[in-house]
Every structure is written in structure tokens, then in C-alpha cells.
């Protein structure tokens, strides 16, 4: 290994020795050579070794507005100066929920958490507390967080998965009751043969669906055409809700989330990530008598909730995405469609076999021979040997990538950030070519 990386490589040294594993959250340990940052500003990131790097990584999705953006920075500096939480009411928080009532078509009433955990967490206790019935249905290879409850058949291998027919429901972690997947039933994504089966026997039971409305956790997978209104019509027919994760999705594929792009609103939705540009905030919405029994029989608080700094970045970061009719959020789109063309043109010139699949916000290179990808088993075909050799390449060609291949854009990557990269995707593609 070069010793680019060294000082990098020196203080994750030191980090073991008071972190545990050395990082602060245990996804972050497999990127190729776990980073420290110095510094980063618009699309670009510096490293402690003095290494420059175009930041396709964006804190794995809440940088939608790059780092350091004037209009963010200038809302923390206003929210420095003023009472950090209150722990009580404020305008702002009418503010913010107004505007997403108004942008996100299945927001009737909302709330405000501080993770895409906990926001999933309190949705589907409002579920079942609306529906009386006790399973959520979720797909393998969606992630909604790592709480006990919902972190199933997330990452597991083919053998633990079961038979396609019969979905396995796989722990995603050491330490969780093997009694918290009986509340659960897990089905194949992209299917809807398997759920009208599933419903013919639990219909009864079940209180809700929950997806990512584009799979983007494993593959940067689209919905098929006529899935989600699928979705839509079976959960209603059984008098289930369909909840739409966009902790990814939202305030990323458009300002109304992936539930607009698609025309299909959800009875419940879920947010995080992009919706306060970075800050910690996440949030629910959904139907007005499902969300009213938050505090009236449904029990949830948050001592961060609805925090002025968090709620001022919402703000921000909102507001500067409307601008120009959504014109920030269709830049990141038009050129992530521009760099996914240009690596698929680069694969084909060197003939690899790889798939770039997703929406231009956030999309996946996989390196397989599987001619379609439509759900997470079809994504266990990749050759996670080149992937590994592609990111570790890229890393030395200055392209920062999230260790699975996914790659993020903002409202603030530049052609020529996009023109870099295919230069550097080219030489890299002709080095993996040539074994
Ligand atoms: C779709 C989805 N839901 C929920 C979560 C959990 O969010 P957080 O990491 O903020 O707890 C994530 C995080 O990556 C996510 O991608």
C-alpha cells in the first residue's frame, strides 16, 4: 500500500485505542482507507495527508448541499448566536413543517426527530398503534436503521436468505431478540406475486408495508413500473398502510421526495439526511389521524426534537433547493446522469462487465454480468473483488466513493468535477481490464 495514507492511517491507530473500533460509527471502518478530514468545501474534501478528493460520499447521503455551503453556514452562525434548544415550543418549527406540509405530498401533520432510526422507529409504532395489528412487512435488502425491531435480512448472504419462494428472516447484528422478527414478515422486493400471496395469508395482520421507494441502501435499484401503485392498491385493499422510507429519497430526488417523482403518496413517510443539508434532523409525516395519535395513546418524545439549530439548516437547505423551481436538485440529477453514461461508455471501451443502476442523485456501479438488477439478490452476483480494487484505485485517483460503490451528487458538483472523474474512471477501468 502507498503511504498516501499515512497520517490517516496513524490517528485510526490512535482512535483504537479510546473509539471503539477506531471510528464513530462501525459503516465508516471499510472504506478502503478509513479517512481523517481536514477540511472540505463545496464538492471537495481534504485529508489530513494533504490528499484532495471530489466528495461523492457527502456523510453518505446528507450533503446535498456540498460542505460548507454560504447559505448553511450563514444559518448556523445566526443560530450560534441564539438559544441552542428549548425544549419548547418556537415559530421556527411551524415554519419548517409548513413548507414540507406544502412540498411533500403525503404530509398532512408532521414531527421532528433527530436520526432516520428513530424516525422509522416511532413510524411503524404509529402503524401498528393506528392499524391494532402487529407486523410490518419489509424487503430484503432495505435499510431503515439498526434498531432491533426493523434490522432484518439487511445484508445477508444467499444462504442465510432462504429460498426466493420463502424469505428467511436474517438478524443484521449480533445482540438482537431472536423474538423481535416474529413481528415482521420479509418478502422480495419488486415482486408483487409474492406480497399478494404474503397478504392472502397475514392480510389480516399486517399493519404495514415499509420500502425504500427506490432501493438505494443495496443497488441503486428502481421500483418496476406499476410496483409502488401495486403497493398502493394491496395495502389499501387489506386495510394496511404503505410507508415510504425517504431518508435517502427525500429533499434528494426532488423536493417532494421519491413519492412525487413517482405519483404514488403513501399513507406514512419517513426523512433524514438531506433535509436539514447535514445537520442532525430527521422527520415523519403522513395522514392527519394517523400522525394526531403522537402523544394522544402513542408515547414518543426526544429531548433534540425540534431543536432552532437543526430546524434552522432545514430551513436553509430547503430554501435553497426551491430556488429556480427545484433547478439545484435537477443540476445533481442532470449531472449524476451525465457521469453515469460516461462510466457505462467507460466499461464498454474496456470491456468490463458492469451495471450502473439508480437515480442520477445517488446510483450504484456494480460489477457483474447479471444483465438485470431488480431486487437484492440479484445484487449478490457482484464481484466484490473488483469493486474493491475500483475503489481503492479511485481513492488514489482523488474520487472519494462510499465502500459499496455508491456514489452521492449535490446542487454544488461542477462538469468539471464530473469530467475528472470519467478521466479517472477511464484509466482505472483500463488497469482493472488488464487483470
Ligand atoms: C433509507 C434509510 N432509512 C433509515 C436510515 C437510518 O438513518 P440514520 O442513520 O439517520 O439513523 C438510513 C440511513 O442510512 C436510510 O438510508
Redesign the pocket.
Known amino acids: 500500500m502507498s503511504d498516501k495514507y499515512s497520517t490517516s492511517r496513524a490517528l485510526l491507530e490512535r482512535a483504537r485505542r479510546s473509539l471503539a473500533g477506531g471510528v464513530s460509527s462501525p459503516f465508516r471502518a471499510k472504506l478502503p482507507v478509513p479517512l481523517y478530514c481536514a477540511d472540505a468545501r463545496g464538492s471537495r474534501l481534504t485529508d489530513v495527508d494533504g490528499n484532495e478528493y471530489i466528495d461523492y460520499a457527502l456523510a ?2 446528507p450533503l446535498i448541499l456540498g460542505h460548507c455551503h454560504p447559505e448553511l453556514v450563514e444559518a448556523m452562525r445566526r443560530h450560534a448566536e441564539m438559544p441552542i434548544n428549548y425544549g419548547a415550543q418556537h415559530r421556527l418549527e411551524i415554519d419548517v413543517a409548513e413548507k414540507i406540509q406544502e412540498l411533500v405530498p403525503c404530509v398532512e401533520r408532521m414531527t421532528f426527530t433527530s ?6 422507529h416511532v413510524t411503524c409504532r404509529l402503524a401498528r398503534a393506528a392499524t391494532k395489528r402487529p407486523l410490518i412487512l419489509r424487503f430484503e435488502g ?5 434498531f432491533d425491531s426493523i434490522l432484518w435480512s439487511y445484508r445477508a448472504t444467499a444462504e442465510q436468505l432462504g429460498p426466493a419462494g420463502a424469505p428467511l428472516a436474517v438478524a443484521g447484528s449480533q445482540g438482537q431478540p431472536a423474538n423481535e422478527s416474529q413481528n415482521l414478515l420479509i418478502a422480495g422486493w419488486n415482486d408483487l406475486d409474492a406480497l399478494e400471496s404474503l397478504f392472502a395469508r397475514h392480510g389480516d395482520q399486517i399493519a404495514a408495508v415499509i420500502t ?1 421507494p427506490i432501493l ?2 443495496s443497488g441503486g435499484i428502481a421500483p418496476k413500473p406499476g410496483f409502488l401503485e401495486g403497493l398502493r392498491e394491496i395495502t389499501t385493499r387489506y386495510g394496511a398502510l404503505l410507508v415510504f ?4 429519497t427525500g429533499f434528494r430526488v426532488g423536493l417532494g421526495g421519491a413519492q412525487q417523482l413517482f405519483g404514488v403518496t403513501p399513507d406514512l413517510a ?1 426523512f ?2 438531506a433535509i436539514a443539508g447535514g445537520a442532525t434532523l ?1 422527520a415523519l409525516g403522513g395522514r392527519q389521524e394517523i400522525l394526531e395519535l403522537l402523544g394522544n395513546g402513542v408515547a414518543f418524545g426526544g429531548s433534540f426534537n425540534g431543536n432552532p439549530v437543526a430546524l434552522g439548516c432545514a430551513e436553509a437547505t430547503i430554501r435553497t433547493l426551491s430556488r429556480d423551481g427545484g433547478q439545484p436538485l435537477r443540476h445533481a440529477e442532470q449531472l449524476g446522469e451525465r457521469l453515469k453514461e460516461g462510466i457505462r461508455q467507460a466499461a464498454k471501451d474496456a470491456a468490463l462487465e458492469v451495471q450502473v443502476t439508480g437515480h442520477g442523485a445517488c446510483f450504484w456501479v456494480h460489477f457483474t454480468s447479471a444483465a438485470n438488477i431488480t431486487n437484492y439478490r440479484d445484487t449478490l452476483a457482484d464481484r466484490r473483488d473488483l469493486l474493491d480494487r475500483y475503489l481503492r484505485l479511485m481513492l488514489d485517483e482523488g474520487i472519494l466513493l462510499l465502500p459499496e460503490g455508491r456514489v452521492y451528487l449535490s446542487a454544488v458538483h461542477t462538469e468539471a468535477d464530473v469530467d475528472q472523474t470519467l478521466e479517472a474512471v477511464r484509466r482505472v477501468f483500463a488497469q482493472l481490464a488488464d487483470g
Open positions: 453518505w447521503g436520526s432516520g432510526s428513530e424516525a422509522v432495505h435499510y431503515h436503521g439498526w425504500e438505494c441502501n422510507d425517504e431518508v435517502i419517513t433524514g439526511k430527521s
